[in-house]
Each structure stands twice: as structure tokens, then as C-alpha cells.
């Protein structure tokens, strides 16, 4: 049995590689805000942005309201937490003249603008480059667009399942009789969130040679770099490439097993590839079924992979015979990579993942501690965790105009009460 989810706060790290950094948060949905907490887990103050009617007041998949403060469920929606984290809160009507004023005096002390509307939304504010870059010419402002600001597809809106649609991503997802799918993840948005976090970075580093610059990233550029093997098959044969399924182009086995029941879940599986003989005399040292060993069909790896629908009924016949995590472990110390297939449940009670706390704790006011990812990188000398829980909506309106902006109590309550910003969210 694995043990209990122990969630361990993360620790507090003075020093981390993007102390000093502004960033002003402008995004929505997953990619944009994938890229801004890679970069407040890097050090930067992050400040996200939001109007000031941005969420639901009763949010379906709201969690449980477990730590102090009032009951607010858009505070605890999980997109949101998951998403917000190393963040500040703050909102801002920017089709207003008095938000807006408030946003680029906010541009004027910061580093970096990144959002990820349609190209023409930033117009629309009034907040395009030329305006940003006057109020502050070492501004860096990245922009995500679906398709780009130029082509026939300027204009077009898309979230993730548009994307991963016309990338080919789609196209190559699902069983070999089947049609096409839709990844199980946002591969489309943290592919192109990732792709954000670094470009920025890499202008900030260049900015002391040629001051503030632009960065579009097309999101659908950011996925095509996901299936580029399966654009050169196409252009080196000619064929268009397939759906597979679990399988492998040349490997065999190379799929995912049923396995009994374990821990309690009755839908219980592992993942096992083997990539070349070695791994496949691995294989059938645990196994020891005679039959399977002295078939001429599974002698080679070609000879696998040709005959692998009937080797994989009867490696999954051997397969439901055992616990995911006992057979895992026996085919590991036999060379074999091979996994148990986890959920969240389980993974919160992994020993690698607790050993390594890969999953941390935040306190969030309404939450109590909450679940955290670790970034996939440790940096030695700048550790970098997360920073702290997602704040709730609109807390860091007033102290941001009070702190960084100088504005007085009276211009704040002015700017709150005509509904340029907030400091709760409203009903629109």
C-alpha cells in the first residue's frame, strides 16, 4: 500500500534567477497563464490582471471550502489555483479611460507584458506596442495568438481542440481503426506556455543591447514543433502518417496492460516498452512462459513488431495476473522500462513524487494547504518552488495602486468607485 498524501509546505527561497522582474499578466484560459507562473516561480512579480467580473460567482467544479475567510467559490476553483500560483490579484476595467490610465502607469514599472488575446483585442483597449513602448521603451511585450497577426487565419479565435485540430495533433491521436482524437492533455497550451516563459526570458537578457522588443508566439507554431517527425515521414515517403494507438513504429511490446486490482481502483494498468532484444530477454525472464519464448514469431524485434497484436493479447493475459506496482518493480530490476499508469490519487501518494516533492503544499486562505506542482527544473544555487497559493480575486488591487503606483486613498477609492478597478469581484 502506498502511504497517506503528506503534503510538505514548500520552503521560502530569498534568491531566485528572476528577483526584480515585473511582469503584468494579461492572460486567460491555460497557455498564457502557464507562461506567467513558470515566470513568478522564477522569481518575478507576477501581476495578474483580470475585470473585474472575471469569474463566475458559482464556479460547477468550485472544491470544498476547508480553510478561513469567507465562502467564495471562484477562489477555489482548481484551473484557477493550479494556474494563479506565485501570482498577485488585481482588477482592472481596461475599457475604461481611468483603467486603462492605470494600466500603462503600471507598464511604466514593469518588464514584461504578456498576454494571449486575438490580435485585435489589444487595439481595442488602446494598448498596442506603440503605446506601451512610449510609455516605457525597455518594455518587453509577448503576445500569443492562435494562428498569429498576419495570415488569411489573423482574426480567428481558438482554445487548445482547435489547435491541436489543424497542427495535425488531432490527426495522429486515437486507435489505428479509429478517428481522430483529442489529446487527454492541453499539449497546445503548456507547448506553447513553456515556449512564452523562455522567449521572455531570452528578450529580457537581450534588452540592455536593443531595449524593449516584441514576441509574438503563434500557438499553432508552438504545436507544429510537436509532430515534426511525422511531417518528414510524410515528405521523405510520401505516405501520410497514421494513428497508432499505444503502439511504436518499429518497437514491440509497446503499449499499456491491464494489471489486478490495486489500491483499491479496479481499473488498474502499466506501461510497458521494449525497445531492443535486451529489454525483451528483460522481459521474459520475469514472465517465464515457455510458449512465448520459443516462438519463432517474437525472436526479433522486426518479427515482434509484425506479430504484436497477438503478442500483446497474450502479454496482457500475463499482465492482469499481478499488481501494477509488485510487476513494475520485478521488470525494472530486469531492465525493463515499464510503469505503473497513475492518477492523481495515486500520485499524491507516490513515494518518488513525496521523496522528492515534486507535489508541495501552498496555504491557501480558503483552501487550507493545497496540492502544488513543482517546476520540472532545480536550480542549485536559486531553488526555485512556487512562491504561494493563488491569491483571492482582486486582493493585491489596492496595494498595488498604494505601493507601486503612489496613488493616494482618495484617488483609489475614486478609481474603485467608478469602476475602473475593484477590489471584489462584481457582476458585470
Avoid at 1 to 29: F, K, W
Avoid at 209 to 226: I, K, S, Y
Amino acid at each position: 500500500m502506498l502511504p497517506e498524501p503528506h503534503l510538505v509546505p514548500y520552503p521560502r527561497s530569498s534568491d531566485r534567477p528572476l528577483d526584480g522582474i515585473r511582469v503584468l499578466d494579461l492572460t486567460t484560459a491555460v497557455a498564457g497563464p502557464t507562461a506567467t507562473v513558470l515566470l513568478g516561480v522564477l522569481g518575478a512579480e507576477v501581476i495578474r490582471i483580470e475585470t473585474p467580473w472575471a469569474r463566475p460567482a458559482q464556479p460547477a467544479s468550485a472544491l470544498p471550502h476547508r480553510g478561513e475567510g469567507p465562502d467564495e467559490p471562484w477562489n477555489r476553483e482548481p484551473r484557477q489555483n493550479e494556474l494563479a500560483n506565485s501570482k498577485r490579484s488585481m482588477a482592472l476595467d481596461l475599457t475604461t479611460e481611468a483603467g486603462r490610465d492605470v494600466f500603462l502607469d503600471l507598464v511604466e514599472q514593469s518588464d514584461v507584458v504578456l498576454e494571449n488575446y486575438s490580435p485585435r483585442v489589444m487595439g481595442n483597449f488602446g494598448l498596442e506596442w506603440n503605446e506601451l513602448s512610449r510609455r516605457n521603451p525597455q518594455i518587453i511585450y509577448v503576445s500569443m495568438p492562435a494562428f498569429g497577426k498576419s495570415g488569411p487565419w489573423r482574426d480567428r479565435i481558438s482554445y487548445g481542440p482547435g489547435i491541436d485540430a489543424m497542427s495535425g495533433m488531432s490527426w495522429l491521436t486515437g486507435y489505428v481503426d479509429g478517428s481522430p482524437l483529442k489529446p487527454g492533455n492541453f499539449y497546445c497550451d503548456q507547448n506553447a506556455g513553456l515556449s512564452a516563459a523562455l522567449s521572455a526570458v531570452a528578450a529580457l537578457m537581450a534588452r540592455c543591447r536593443v531595449g524593449g522588443q516584441t514576441v509574438e508566439l503563434a500557438m499553432l507554431e508552438g504545436e507544429l514543433q510537436l509532430i515534426g517527425e511525422a511531417m518528414v515521414g510524410q515528405q521523405l515517403s510520401g505516405r501520410e502518417p497514421t494513428r497508432i494507438g499505444n503502439e511504436h513504429s518499429s518497437a514491440a511490446p509497446h503499449g499499456v496492460y491491464p494489471t489486478q486490482e490495486s489500491l483499491g481502483e479496479p481499473d488498474s494498468w502499466i506501461a510497458i516498452a521494449c525497445r531492443d532484444d535486451t529489454e525483451w530477454q528483460g522481459l521474459l525472464e520475469v514472465w517465464q512462459d515457455e510458449a512465448v519464448c520459443a516462438n519463432r514469431r517474437f525472436r526479433t524485434g522486426l518479427r515482434r513488431w509484425h506479430h504484436r497484436v497477438e503478442l500483446d493479447e497474450l502479454l496482457g493475459a500475463w499482465t492482469l495476473r499481478f499488481d501494477p506496482f509488485e510487476l513494475s518493480s520485478r521488470l525494472q530490476d530486469a531492465g525493463v522500462p515499464v510503469s505503473p499508469v497513475m492518477g492523481a490519487r495515486t500520485l499524491l501518494r507516490d513515494e518518488q513524487v513525496l521523496a522528492r516533492q515534486s507535489v508541495g503544499g501552498l496555504h491557501h486562505l480558503q483552501l487550507g494547504l493545497s496540492p502544488a506542482p513543482q517546476a520540472a527544473f532545480r536550480l542549485s544555487e536559486t531553488p526555485s518552488p512556487p512562491k504561494n497559493a493563488a491569491p483571492l480575486f482582486a486582493a493585491d488591487t489596492v496595494p498595488v495602486m498604494r505601493e507601486i503606483l503612489g496613488y493616494s486613498d482618495e484617488r483609489i477609492l475614486g478609481l474603485i468607485d467608478s469602476g475602473a478597478a475593484s477590489d471584489r469581484l462584481r457582476p458585470r
